[in-house]
């Protein structure tokens, strides 16, 4: 994850990117990890979380 979105050596895209690994399997057993992706050159919204 972070090579492919962090690195400046390794990293895929040039946007904002936010990454995540759920904390629960789905029912496979698999691990599920979700990412967002802003356009190139882009910064993602930010994200409020109500407490």
């Known amino acids: 994850m972070y090579g492919a ?6 990293k ?8 995540t690994v759920l904390p629960d399997p789905d ?10 992706l802003a356009r190139d050159g882009q910064s993602l919204p930010p994200v409020w979380q109500d407490e």
């Open 27 to 36: 029912e496979e057993g698999r691990v599920v990890t979700v990412a967002y």
């Open 12 to 19: 895929l895209w040039h946007g904002g990117s936010f990454a």
């Open 5 to 10: 979105f962090h690195d400046p050596a390794t």
